[in-house]
Every structure is written in structure tokens, then in C-alpha cells.
């Protein structure tokens, strides 16, 4: 059975003095909440909800939840999804029975759980048996279903900022090394808050070695030499789409050299390459188009040689084809085209003239002329149907090869693409 952490009075997560130092640490109320001014603000005056809080590792997702606990005044409970399933959510829903106000349900790693496990939180939610606080690092639309979703209000909580991380610090060595005097040694501040970059724990871990090692030394400062130590950067859902979609507008924006930063920031965190060059391939015909055709072609070689070679070497095609389509000229005139008529189709069904049906239908009047017959391969003759206006849905770009397409259609139907 899950543990119940609170008896309606007091905090969620009340730890042992003998725990972790971030843990010790860990905020009870709203006054020692740092960061998230706004987001904070906002839930402090709201009535109990459902919510489900989305942010990196270390923002202070699970202190949130205790002080809302906390808050709200309510029986609640402590699960993770990675170590728990839908026998210790059943068990805490029939606890909840026993609260005429219901109990709340914080539910860490909330992406973890599959559909069928999400699926057995609906209910509760819907009809106030359970408030329930979902934590996750994930995109939540993404990672949690839609009728789950429409119960809750998503929150997104940023890295903290510097001055957020050093309020931390501060508290780390009062609270956890206060007895030893210990300061920081010149430069040593900075560095550690871009080593922690943006994460609280990670912060306080990071300081935890360093003041440990000073005071095992008999030393007064926390010294920083040397390198930052390895960081082990999240790559989640936001940060896969938030970093392809840079990539992509870097490119769409002529910039080589930023495309290039993102595309070795997604290899670095281990991107699949593949994915990386199927998204170059729609690129250049969505952004590059019919200004350099070339484009596809060697987006689609670029495709078949990753799939092909792999990575440490697939690198080297994708950075061929990001140079390339970054530094080409670019029109997104055939995207803009296929949407103009796919809305028009949509509106209306588009029914084919007689004669260029299959088979010509017998009695008609018109006949297909076949163009290679005629002079320069082109003879005029209706395509469009007759209930619909001949309209020009492709506006070639004057760049690159397209300029030389607008001047060919322009003196083939002059009606239709004149300026």
C-alpha cells in the first residue's frame, strides 16, 4: 500500500534528517520556494486542481507538489511510475474513499506510465475522488493521452536561473556546512552554477563533493580548478523537438553555421541520424523547392547513405546537405501550391473533363491533343474542370532555376501568370 505522506497537515514529503543533503534542503513552504515567480504566484491563489507539472530535471517539480499539498490541506500520497502500476493507484483511490474531500495523488514520472495505466486515473480525476499532481520531464502532449490532459492544467517550468541557483548555494552552505565557515574562492561560484546548468539538485550535489572534499582538507574556501566536470544533459522530448525545429529554421534562414551547431547538438545527445535526414529531405522541397532542384536529389542521396553507413561517419552527408540547402537559394512556392489546391479540393470535388478521361467518352465533342505533336511540345487546350476558374496555385519565385520556370509558364499563359 502506498505510504500516505500526510495527515492532512503538514508537508507531502517529510524526510528524514538523515537524508540526502537535497533532500534536507528541500523546501516546505512557499517562502523558501526559489524560482518561478509567476507559476507559483498563480497556484497560490488558485483552488485545488488537478495539474501536471513538465520541466528538466532539478526545477523543483516535486517541491512544488509538497507545498501544494501542503497548501491544500488534503490526505495525499507519494507515487512513481517508474516503480509502481495500476494495483497501487487502485489501492490509493479506494484510500480516498475515506475522504469526503478526496485525497491528492502525486504521481512522479508520469510519462511512464502506458495508456492503459493512464486510463485508470480518469475517472478519480474527473469526479474530484483524487487531485492529481503529475510530475514529468517529458512533453506532456506527447507522453500523456488527451483525456487525461483535459482533466489536468499543464505547467511548464523552465532551468533556473542563475540568480535562482544562488540562493541555493547560499542555503547549501549555510544549512549543510555552516558550522565549518566555509566561503567560495574567487571564480569558484560561477563556475559551479554553469556546471549545474539549471538544475537544483545537480547544484547541490556538485557543491555537496566540493565543500566535503574542503572540509576534509581543513580548508575555508570551496575551490573550483580545472575543467567543469562532465555534465550528462537531458535530451527529452522538448529538446528534440525544440532543437530540430531550430536546426530546420537556421537552414530556412540561410545561416550554415547555426544549422550546423544544432545538427552536431543532436548528434551529441544521440539523435537517430536517419530521422535527422528524412527531415532534410522534406525541407528541400518544402523551403528550397524548384530554386535548386538539385536540393532533392541530394537530400534523397544524403537519406539512403546514412540509412546505409551510420554514424560516426554519417555525420559528414548530413553536414554536406546542411551547407548546401542553407546556402541555396529559397522558395517554398511548390508547398505553398500543393496547399492551395488540397484546400480547394477539399471544398469541392473536382470532377475531370471528357476528353482526358481514361477513355474517351463517346459523343464528345472535344478531343485531347496530344501536346508532343505541336510545335515547342505545347498546344493550348483546357486541364482545369469546366465548373471551376482556372487558377494559378504555383507562383514560381524569381530565384535561383525557379526564375526561369516563372518566365516559361508566364509565355505559355500569359493569362494566368501575368504580373
Not at 155 to 184: C, M, N, P, S
Not at 262 to 268: H, V
Request: charged share 25%; hydrophobic share 35%.
Amino acid at each position: 500500500m502506498p505510504q500516505n505522506r500526510s495527515s492532512g497537515e503538514g508537508d507531502l514529503f517529510e524526510l528524514p534528517s538523515d537524508g540526502p543533503l537535497a533532500q534536507k534542503l528541500r523546501p516546505a513552504d512557499w517562502d523558501e520556494l526559489v524560482g518561478h515567480e509567476n507559476l507559483l504566484a498563480r497556484l497560490k491563489r488558485l483552488p485545488p486542481h488537478s495539474l501536471i507539472l513538465s520541466g528538466p530535471p532539478g526545477t523543483g517539480k516535486t517541491t512544488i507538489a509538497g507545498v501544494l499539498a501542503s497548501h491544500w490541506n488534503r490526505p495525499s500520497f507519494f507515487l512513481s511510475a517508474v516503480s509502481c502500476g495500476v494495483k497501487e493507484v487502485r489501492q490509493v483511490l479506494e484510500s480516498s474513499r475515506n475522504h469526503p474531500e478526496g485525497a491528492l495523488l502525486f504521481l512522479d514520472e508520469i510519462h511512464r506510465f502506458n495508456r492503459a495505466q493512464q486510463d485508470s486515473l480518469l475517472e478519480s480525476a474527473e469526479n474530484g475522488r483524487i487531485l492529481l499532481i503529475g510530475a514529468t520531464t517529458e512533453n506532456p502532449r506527447f507522453q500523456v493521452i488527451g483525456p487525461l490532459l483535459s482533466r489536468c492544467t499543464v505547467y511548464y517550468l523552465e532551468k533556473l536561473r542563475k540568480e535562482d541557483l544562488t540562493v541555493i548555494a547560499g542555503r547549501v552552505l549555510e544549512k549543510g556546512f555552516g558550522q565549518h565557515g566555509l566561503e567560495f574562492g574567487e571564480g569558484a561560484l560561477e563556475k559551479i552554477l554553469e556546471a549545474a546548468d539549471g538544475d537544483g539538485r545537480r547544484l547541490i550535489r556538485i557543491l555537496e563533493n566540493l565543500a566535503t572534499d574542503a572540509v576534509f582538507a581543513d580548508r575555508k574556501q570551496i575551490a573550483f580548478d580545472g575543467d567543469l566536470p562532465e555534465l550528462s544533459f537531458s535530451y527529452g522530448v522538448d529538446d528534440h523537438f525544440d532543437s530540430i525545429s531550430a536546426f530546420i529554421k537556421s537552414i530556412r534562414g540561410s545561416d550554415p553555421d547555426a544549422a550546423l551547431l544544432y545538427l552536431a547538438s543532436m548528434l551529441q545527445a544521440g539523435e537517430d541520424p536517419v530521422y535527422i535526414a528524412r527531415r532534410l529531405v522534406i525541407l528541400a522541397s518544402e523551403d528550397v523547392g524548384n530554386a535548386s532542384p538539385t536540393a532533392l536529389t541530394l537530400c534523397v542521396s544524403v537519406l539512403e547513405g546514412v540509412s546505409k553507413i551510420g554514424m560516426p561517419e554519417a555525420r559528414i552527408l548530413l553536414a554536406q546537405a546542411v551547407t548546401f540547402l542553407a546556402s541555396s537559394p529559397k522558395s517554398n512556392a511548390t508547398y505553398l501550391a500543393i496547399d492551395r489546391a488540397m484546400e480547394v479540393a477539399s471544398k469541392k470535388r473536382v470532377t475531370v473533363p471528357p476528353h482526358l478521361k481514361n477513355r474517351t467518352q463517346p459523343g464528345s465533342s472535344v478531343r485531347y491533343r496530344y501536346p508532343h505533336d505541336y510545335p515547342g511540345h505545347f498546344v493550348e487546350q483546357r486541364y482545369f474542370p469546366e465548373d471551376l476558374e482556372e487558377t494559378a496555385f504555383y507562383t514560381p519565385d524569381p530565384v535561383g532555376q525557379e526564375e526561369r520556370i516563372a518566365q516559361k509558364l508566364k509565355s505559355l499563359r500569359p493569362d494566368r501568370y501575368s504580373d
